[in-house]
């Protein structure tokens, strides 16, 4: 599908509420572009490489990890925006870095943390993903961050809908009160198109990875809608296939019928909103970008299919179960004896539980790969450990 005008709905680099910082603008690039590209440059994107989901990094080549993700959803984001006439570059910018304020081993680490930080205010990975954005990442001269766009941290701060005040973490408490992101309002298409692409591609590939780690079987997802009716008639059709072509032929429909449901129902939207504008979308009261009732009831089916055979499988259990300790015992050393924290990360603590020093051990935690929190965790906890 060749690139279309943009819609009047759609989001515009050259009416960009602007950085923080002000900048002149590339010659070459239009504001969105420059923001995808220094979410690509930065050093969390690189991290997400041994960053995984569901399987710990050294389990397999093949499963997913938290960059391999991000470029899938970036890919299904580009298709749905070009659908709707949305600017590509401000969605794939929100695709690639949704996920850069994961901990390491997904949502167990994620956990981990949290229960770790209670006294502090809890941890939130869209907060520290917001915080690498604004803060963490230290590549350039004048400012801390990456300096995007409004609209990118917008779309990354409410990609999940408005925001309440009362309830902000820190971090982005902090930034809006010195620029606002109109946390009360709807986000930009762009930025529901990013979120649902999130889910698009985690659902369908997790299908893929739970079948790989032969967590369950093809003929599992039979009774499961949607899924097991493509599974069937891709079957039907090719006769004897293999099972890594069925599958992969199968996921490929399934994503394909999930973006062509996303783009009709949005489109039916906007047509019945009478949506003309970027302020119509973010004033509507509800979101905008949607599958249609019967595409949100088979996400809903493969959810709990993969909550039950998946998420709470026993390997997968027990994987998160040593997750959890790993950061839990990392965040209470760290905590209660700072000076064993790497140079850079001791000058920013302070007194061993303050709260100054929680919240760097966080940052340092957050910020590590799997493979680099089990080899810290070595050097810390083994006894023969020199280095």
């Known amino acids: ?55 710990v990094y050294h389990e397999g080549d093949h499963y997913r990890t938290r960059l391999t993700h991000s470029i899938e959803v970036a890919q299904i984001a580009r298709s749905i925006s070009r659908g709707l006439g949305l600017d590509e570059d401000l969605a794939e910018a929100l695709a690639l870095a949704h996920d850069l304020g994961h901990t390491p081993f997904g949502h167990a680490g994620e956990e981990a943390l949290d229960a770790a930080l209670k006294p502090h205010g809890g941890f939130s990975h869209n907060d520290q993903t917001f915080r690498v954005l604004t803060k963490l990442e230290r590549r350039y001269a004048g400012f801390d961050g ?87 008639d891709v079957a039907a059709r090719h006769p004897g296939l293999e099972e890594g072509r069925l599958v992969h032929e199968t996921i490929r429909r399934l994503i394909d019928r999930m973006v062509t449901d996303l783009v009709a129902e949005t489109g039916r939207r906007i047509a019945a909103a009478k949506i003309a504008s970027v302020v119509d979308i973010r004033a509507l009261g509800r979101p905008l970008v949607a599958f249609s009732e019967p595409m949100r009831a088979n996400d809903r089916a493969l959810r709990a299919f993969l909550m039950e055979r998946m998420y709470r499988h026993y390997r997968v259990s027990r994987m998160q179960s040593k997750a959890r300790r790993i950061v839990r015992e990392l965040y209470e050393l760290l905590t209660s004896e700072p000076a064993c924290l790497p140079t850079e990360w001791r000058a920013l603590a302070d007194r061993p539980g303050s709260a100054t020093t929680a919240l760097v051990v966080a940052d340092y935690i957050a910020g590590m790969t799997d493979r680099f929190a089990l080899d810290e965790h070595y050097r810390l906890f083994d006894r023969y450990a020199t280095t």
């Not at 408490?173 to 010195?178: D, K, S, V």
Request: aromatic fraction near 8%.
């Open 146 to 232: 990456l300096n995007l766009t409004w609209e990118t941290l917008e779309g990354t701060v409410k990609h999940n809908g408005p925001l309440a005040r009362e309830k902000l973490p820190r971090t982005i408490a902090a930034y809006a009160a010195e620029h606002d992101l109109a946390l009360g309002e709807w986000p930009s298409a762009e930025a529901q198109v990013a979120a649902l692409s999130d889910d698009i591609a985690y659902n369908n590939h997790d299908i893929e990875d739970g079948l790989r780690a032969g967590l369950f079987a093809v003929k599992d997802l039979a009774d499961v809608p949607l899924a097991g009716p493509v599974f069937a």
């Open 1 to 55: 599908m060749q690139p279309r005008p943009l819609a009047a709905y759609a989001c515009r680099p050259e009416a960009s509420r602007g950085r923080l910082h002000a900048e002149p603008e590339s010659a070459t690039r239009t504001a969105f572009q420059r923001d995808r590209d220094r979410v690509i440059h930065s050093t969390a994107f690189r991290r997400l490489q041994y960053k995984t989901q569901v399987f």
